[in-house]
Structures are given as structure tokens and as C-alpha cells.
């Protein structure tokens, strides 16, 4: 049974920062693929960043310069690293992790989200 926990959100002023974690159980992050998503109150959900088995990485140009993803094989933890938050960054941020190498396919994991506000 794989599980995905998403901790580190919360409520921060504009150019604030914020470090988002997802730990995984029943799952192995490495050489695998796996993204942050968010979704804001009556809007779609979008991707932010993405990270593929090779270490790739991929960013919304709305993120792009600002956030960073990674994660520690040790760990078995994925990360998202929030700097020079913005009010239009408010939203549920959710991990997710896919299968194989690339993010060619489906997410088939999601976690359940934790909540970030900038104010």
C-alpha cells in the first residue's frame, strides 16, 4: 500500500519562504519520476514542478526561479523549496509519483495535500 504525506505548509507573509515535504511509505523515490501540484479555490488544478528518474527537472513559468524541487533517496523524501512567495502561490499543494523514469505517463500516486497561504 503506497502512501504519500505532504507536511511543511502553512501561512506566510508575500517574499516569505516555505519548504514543503512528502514522505513516502510503500514506495521507493528513486530513478522514478514525481511532481508538486497545487490547486487554488475554484481553479484548476496545475502542475508546479516535476522531477523525472534522471534527475530532470521541470518548472511552471510561473514558479520558475523561485521554487526548487528534490529529493533525498535516503530519506525517501521529496521536497519543494518556496522562496519569494506571492499571494497568487495560495493553494493545496499535493505530491504525486509516478512509476517509471519519465513523467511521460500518469501520476499513479497522489498524496492529500497540505495548504499554503501567502498573505
Known amino acids: 500500500h503506497v502512501q504519500l504525506v505532504e507536511s511543511g505548509g502553512g501561512s506566510v507573509q508575500a517574499g516569505g519562504s516555505l519548504s514543503l515535504s512528502c514522505a513516502a511509505s510503500?514506495?521507493?523515490?528513486?530513478?522514478?519520476?514525481q511532481g508538486w501540484f497545487r490547486q487554488a479555490p475554484g481553479k484548476e488544478r496545475e502542475e508546479v514542478a516535476r522531477m523525472n528518474g534522471y534527475g530532470t527537472r521541470t518548472y511552471a513559468i510561473s514558479v520558475k526561479g523561485r521554487f526548487a524541487i528534490y529529493r533525498n533517496d535516503d530519506e525517501n523524501t521529496l521536497y519543494l523549496e518556496m522562496n519569494n512567495l506571492q499571494p497568487e502561490d495560495t493553494a493545496m499543494y499535493f505530491c504525486?509519483?509516478?512509476?517509471?523514469?519519465?513523467?511521460?505517463?500518469?501520476?499513479?500516486?497522489w498524496g492529500r495535500g497540505t495548504q499554503v497561504t501567502v498573505s
Open positions: 504525486a509519483a509516478a512509476l517509471g523514469y519519465e513523467c511521460s505517463a500518469d501520476f499513479s500516486y
Open positions: 510503500g514506495y521507493t523515490y528513486s530513478r522514478k519520476c
